[in-house]
């Protein structure tokens, strides 16, 4: 009887955590984020993007408003890119629209957690990963 008891325990414990699955909305997603993870892989070739200095910073405003900025340190230069645009959320994805020319409009982003927007794709033979990090704050006006 008390393994039967404990396997119920775990059932329920598991059906509750389940049922408490993140559902994303504009209101929750919302907020300032920061790179954590990002690293591409291309012929057998990994680089990690944020040891190497990259930043990549975005507020997602309530109202679908993006702005923040992206580095990343090249050999002999630094690319820049400002990341003002909008954004939206479909399901669990996320979406960028914006003028600047990078990554970061052409992926698709998970919205799979409250705190984490997170990217993979391949673009030709170069598979790019990214997840970004929501800080604490207070929520967005």
């Not at 119920?8 to 997603?29: G, H, I, Q, R, W």
């Not at 920061?34 to 012929?43: E, N």
Request: hydrophobic share 45%; aromatic share 10%.
């Amino acid at each position: 009887m008390r393994k039967l008891s404990s396997f119920l325990v775990v059932a329920v414990a598991a059906a509750v955590a389940c049922s408490d699955a993140f559902k994303p909305t504009t209101e929750n997603v919302s907020g300032h984020y920061v790179v954590d993870y990002f690293r591409t892989d291309s012929g057998g070739v990994h680089k990690d993007w944020v040891a190497a200095g990259a930043q990549l910073e975005l507020l997602l405003s309530p109202l679908g408003d993006v702005v923040g900025h992206l580095s990343i340190p090249m050999d002999t230069t630094t690319f820049l890119a400002d990341m003002f645009g909008t954004w939206t959320l479909s399901g669990k994805t996320v979406h960028f629209t914006q003028d600047a020319d990078s990554f970061v409009r052409d992926m698709d982003w998970l919205a799979a957690d409250k705190n984490l927007l997170s990217a993979d794709k391949t673009f030709g033979d170069v598979r790019v990963r990214v997840v970004l990090i929501r800080l604490p704050g207070p929520a967005l006006p």
